[in-house]
């Protein structure tokens, strides 16, 4: 059989719901089904499947590490880190001899590096975590990692889940019963994090059903007649009080931003930041912040040139005042590899000189270490939308986008002269003794 060209998709395009659709409430499927659908980011009426790997594939019942190289190729997953580990789940990649179809990445798979000793270890995650997906939101808090909407074999879901990272087995639990009206069911948004709140912002999926606070406008191109309910981008606001176990809508004021999916979001101090995005057919530049406490928005106009209009970029904080921005996808269809450092005291947009400029990405993640670095993976480097296989990748990118702390330093110099200070290394605490170890051995193994 002759493969089918990939068809052009879009980052803020959904898959038809296959035979229900997902209001919060859909059936969970059968262990072992596979499903069958168009690529969640499709154009028009050409779509490329996606099919969605078996759970029973995994040993759910092992919650041992499985030293690997790294994980597979992805783009649309998420990242978190606690402490010095960097959690990624989700995503979906090319499948290996179907053409140009995808899977989405198994839902109980977890993938770990370790930035102080630069390895990655694979674990496997139990719970009632229902579907494998892509363009969820991801964010980490008090080692607690919280999962919110997406995309599935179904459509999109509102569903929330909570894992706790530092328990000794990894055990996905949703979040049920939850005061208020939760936000719609969609992908591609953002979050910020304050006080114990989640507030998630934007995205792309299904109108809301009843009255909301801010803006859903219909996708006009999208045309399919069994996208019922018919999807679009909105600009609303939702936050998930953690004390409370509540969702509530803030009354905002100010000049709010456009509907959007596939922007980027940062939190800084009490602010809120918001960067790009696609509304329509516009990959945006702009940029906004709303103040946490206040709920009053703001947008932010830098008299210098700064970076191009785009989507699927990330927007990660790397100090008190800079915010790291990095790749993303053009209106005129480039995957980028440019890197800028906004300042927030100075109101600037600075170009970041970097050595990845030969690997561009879209949909990847980032995450900012403990000691200056800014981590990139995966991600798809190339134009997802063309008729051409997409080069998903599992890459780490780091950036040293901030000065090697005083620790990081003495730790390097150590290993460098280990020869003639290893007789001293028992007169370390036991913390940094363990660290040295660890250290010089992932040495020794990559020698």
Known sequence: MAERAAPEVDEDMGDPP????????????????IAWILNDVMEEDEGEAVVVLADNELDLASSEAVPLEAPAERSGH??????????????????????????????????????EV????????????????????????DGVLYLFGGHHARGNTNRIYRLPLRASSLVWEEMRNLKGVPPS???KLGCWVQK?????????????????QGTFEYDES????????????????????????????????????????????????????????????????????????????????????????????????????????????TTDKQTLSDAWLYCVSRNEWKPFKHGHTDSPRLWHSA??????????????????????????????????????????????AILKHQSRLASCWDCLPKHLLSSLRRRMVIKQLGS
């Open 78 to 115: 998420i990242a978190v880190i606690d402490g010095s580990l960097m959690y990624v789940w989700g995503g979906y990649k090319s499948a290996q001899n179907l053409g140009f179809f995808d899977l989405y990445l198994p839902r109980y798979e977890m993938w770990i590096y370790d930035m």
């Open 222 to 329: 999208s045309s399919f007649p069994w996208d019922t309910p018919r999807r679009g981008w909105n600009n609303h606001i939702h936050i998930l009080d953690l004390e409370t176990n509540s969702w509530s809508q803030p009354v905002t004021t100010g000049t709010s931003p456009s509907p959007r999916a596939a922007h980027a979001c940062a939190t800084l101090g009490s602010r809120g930041y918001v960067f790009g995005g696609r509304y329509k057919n516009y990959r945006l530049n702009d940029m906004y912040y709303i103040n946490l406490d206040t709920w009053e928005w703001h947008e932010v106009v830098v008299p210098q040139l700064g970076p191009v209009g785009r989507s699927w970029h990330s927007f990660t904080p790397v100090s008190p005042d800079q915010i790291f921005l990095f790749g993303g996808f």
């Open 118 to 141: 630069g390895v990655w270890t694979k674990h496997s995650c139990s719970g009632n975590l229902h579907k494998s997906m892509s363009g969820s939101c991801g964010v980490c808090v």
């Open 18 to 33: 296959a035979e229900d659709e997902d209001d919060g409430s859909d059936r969970d499927e059968e262990d072992g089904d």
């Open 367 to 412: 995450c900012a270490g403990p000691d200056g670095e800014l981590f990139v993976f995966g991600g798809c480097a190339n134009n997802l939308i063309s008729h051409q296989r997409a080069a998903h990748s599992n890459k780490l990118l780091v950036f040293n986008v901030q000065p090697k702390s005083l620790f990081r330093v003495c730790m390097e």
């Open 196 to 212: 114990n709140r989640l507030v998630f912002f934007g995205g792309y999926g299904y109108a809301p059903e009843g009255p909301h």
């Open 185 to 187: 069911s969609k992908d």
